[in-house]
């Protein structure tokens, strides 16, 4: 499976965005994560098709995980961007129930990744 994730861009505080992510084909679930530089790659959030979405408690209320089956897309808005939240975010798939969750090594297939610029 190959993912490939657009959307990002350079936005001011406060402003929303959202990126997509296409994959290539049938996932179980997808996820988003970001890196910031310096830092470690963090889970954002995950889809999964037979269980719904679910969210890092710090992104709660302001990112929303969304899916077009038919275009096997995911997306990701964020609303009320912040200085912090600018990174790369990375889409990631798994392709089975065995595998996915909250850790980047649970994930089988990444994109290459979009770099989201928030200034204040």
């Known amino acids: 499976v190959q993912l490939q994730a657009s959307g990002g861009g350079k936005v001011q505080a406060g402003e929303s965005l959202t990126l997509s992510c296409v994959a290539s084909g049938r996932t179980f679930s997808m996820a988003w994560f970001r890196q910031a530089p310096g830092k470690p790659r963090e889970f954002v959030g995950t889809?999964?098709?037979?269980?719904?979405?679910y969210y890092v408690d710090s992104v709660k209320g302001r990112f929303t995980i969304s899916a077009d089956t038919a275009k096997n897309t995911v997306y990701l808005q964020i609303n009320s961007l912040k200085p912090e939240d600018t990174a790369v975010y990375f889409c990631?798939?798994?392709?089975?129930?065995?595998?996915?969750?909250?850790?980047?090594?649970?994930?089988?297939?990444w994109g290459q990744g979009t770099q989201v610029t928030v200034s204040s």
């Open positions: 990631a798939a798994v392709t089975n129930e065995y595998s996915g969750g909250y850790t980047p090594e649970s994930y089988d297939y």
């Open positions: 889809i999964m098709w037979s269980d719904g979405t």
